[in-house]
């Protein structure tokens, strides 16, 4: 019999080629899919450059996404994206996207069927834990290991400790897996699980869309974590199988794996969850929030961005409008989602009810463009982190919220839930 | 090793954003990001830090992005090293690859305050509070560590192998 291991402990073993590994333990392992944007690229690329090496190690497992300031909002981040697509025209990188082709990456790779379950995956982008809800073992790095792992196909970990969190009991309305992530956030901290692997369990993620695990899994790195793991199941299988063009693995936590610590939650009690300035840890239920004036409401982001986020907020903003003096601003996250959601007619209640749709882009989130910040104002926001100065001037402030809330509270014209509509 | 320098003190979960704000990421040249280092947490920062000076900060220093700009933006307004009780994991291998020393302390934020001498022993990780003569703890960095941040990060060690193999 072969010793217990964790979904995470498995997936390294297996691209380590060791039979067991366990926490602590210094490997080295290979690289299914090494991704960069139009921020983290571009040093890794003047580092591939600089060390002479000819040629990418694969160029169909290295993925390019120029989406956080694209459209390029100025000459310099143009120059940024046109670095990256010489590069992948010289390397004949198969997963370059920019321009109408582009979403947001944490989006647009499981869209695509790039990243799949049982996959290694390094990212320079902290929010590549978001892959971890289809099963794979998925983490951020620096441009430097990027471009180590672009070059040898390989990238060295320290086998994480893992954190397993049990979700039970019955959601109460509005309530998604974003209000469990920042409440999981709020519980634990920021710092909760630095260097260690989060595993998300139980009944109520069993019955959770995909979208909502990847909701999940794209904020483990606001509480420290290293990778946001779900185990995979029918629900991963159906997601996967039509999008997947090469073959791919399931491995699953054994029951009696090791785990530094587990935690249950009774989810009956979790009301709706938003973040206050400045720190994803400040969260707080709805029923606390008291008045909070609202200059600006964004849905989207790698967070919920995809088509059942919108679909949310479109049920909220059906025949109503936004309220007078606020800008609602909706990014769809991929092309894909935004074709879907004019199918839908989602765009039509969005367009109709005052909001601005915008194009696939990271964009207002790190307050790079399309939805900046001026000093003292207030936005509540789908996205992922709401640190001082991160929507744009210092002196502004950043709620984190669900699709749900954000759209009602578009309506309300401060932060509200959609049965005070 | 040795570094010495005058502190700066900041807080707990010092993120990204306020290391360097991502606004100004439409750029990695390092002169340019460190006008900017810092600046969400102390506006004036850029205009005060001397090279050599030292960072001290409660936990979970530099949460948040996985940019490499943050400790590029460090080293190049001249922080010599931050010293705090923990670190966000991304930042710290992101320091250690652009050569920018860290040291892990859980006294520091408590026993060193803003202005004062420190000097910190990479070989054996004692700080050394000059001001107040009160000494601390550190992991110490490994030879091989130190030898990487004197090559100037993990690129520029490597090629300097390379380099010497091929000589």
């Known amino acids: 019999m072969s010793q217990p291991m964790t979904i995470a402990e498995k997936i390294l073993a297996d691209h380590a080629g060791l039979d067991h590994v366990e926490p602590g333990q210094l490997i080295e392992v290979d690289v299914d899919i090494a991704l960069g944007n139009d921020i983290t690229a571009p040093i890794a690329i003047e580092i591939f450059k600089k060390t002479g090496v000819k040629e990418v190690f694969d160029r169909t497992k290295i993925a390019l996404v120029a989406d956080h300031f694209t459209p390029n909002k100025d000459i310099k981040s143009a120059e940024q994206v046109r670095l990256l697509r010489e590069f992948s025209e010289e ?298 100065g991160r929507m744009g001037h210092p002196e502004s402030e950043v709620y984190l919220t669900s699709p749900a809330i954000a759209a009602a509270s578009a309506v309300l014209g401060r932060i509200g839930s959609p049965s005070e509509l | 090793m040795k570094l010495k320098g005058r502190v700066w003190k900041f807080g707990k979960n010092i993120d990204t954003d306020a290391i360097i704000p991502a606004r100004y990421l439409n750029t990695s040249d390092p002169d340019e990001l460190a006008r900017h280092c810092m600046e969400d947490a102390d506006p004036e920062f850029p205009n005060k830090v001397q090279k050599g000076d030292i960072i001290v900060a409660d936990s979970n220093f530099g949460c948040g992005s996985s940019r490499e700009h943050a400790p590029i933006a460090l080293k190049a307004a001249g922080v010599a090293c931050v010293i705090a009780p923990s670190f966000a994991r991304i930042f710290y291998r992101n320091a250690f690859n652009m050569g920018l020393p860290i040291f892990e302390c859980e006294q520091a934020p408590k026993l060193i305050e803003e202005g004062h001498e420190v000097e910190v022993d990479a070989d054996t990780g004692e700080i050394i509070d000059l001001t107040t003569g009160k000494t601390m703890k550190a992991q110490p960095i490994p030879p091989f560590m130190q030898e990487l941040i004197r090559d100037g990060g993990l690129i520029s060690h490597i090629m300097k192998k390379i380099e010497s193999q091929q000589s």
């Open chain 1, 91 to 388: 390397q004949a990188i198969v997963h370059f996207y920019e321009g109408g082709e582009v979403g947001v990456e944490h989006c647009l790779l499981p869209e695509k069927g790039i990243v799949l379950p049982g996959d290694v995956v390094i990212g320079a982008d902290s929010h590549t834990c978001t892959y971890g809800a289809l099963g794979a073992f998925a983490t951020g790095v620096g441009s430097t290991d990027l471009a180590a792992a672009m070059i040898t196909g390989k990238t060295w970990f320290k086998v994480p400790e893992s954190i397993k969190f049990v979700y039970s009991g019955q959601l109460q309305p509005w309530v998604s897996g974003k209000d469990l992530i920042l409440y999981t956030i709020g519980d634990i901290g920021v710092d909760g699980a630095l260097y260690m692997a989060m595993e998300f369990t139980g009944p109520v993620i069993e019955n959770m869309s995909m979208a909502e695990r990847m909701t999940m899994s794209n904020m483990a790195i606001e509480a420290g974590g290293k990778a946001g793991l779900i185990n995979p199941d029918e629900k991963t299988k159906q997601y996967v199988e039509p999008r997947a063009k090469r073959p791919y693995k399931f491995f699953e936590s054994d029951s009696d794996a090791a785990y530094k610590k587990v935690i249950e939650y009774d989810c009956t009690n979790i009301e709706p969850q938003i973040a206050f300035p400045h720190l994803p840890e400040n969260t707080i239920g709805m029923s606390e929030v008291g008045i909070v004036e609202l200059d600006q409401v964004v849905i989207g982001s790698c967070t919920n961005g995809r088509i059942e986020d919108l679909a949310v907020a479109a049920q909220i903003l059906q025949g109503k409008k936004v309220a007078e003096g606020l800008r609602l601003i909706i990014l769809p996250a991929t092309p894909q989602v935004w074709a879907d959601a004019l199918e839908k007619g989602y765009l039509k209640i969005f367009s109709e009810a005052g909001a601005i749709i915008g194009p696939p882009t990271c964009g207002p989130c790190l307050g790079g463009h399309m939805g900046v910040l001026a000093k003292g104002e207030k936005a509540l926001s789908t996205t992922n982190r709401n640190f001082v």
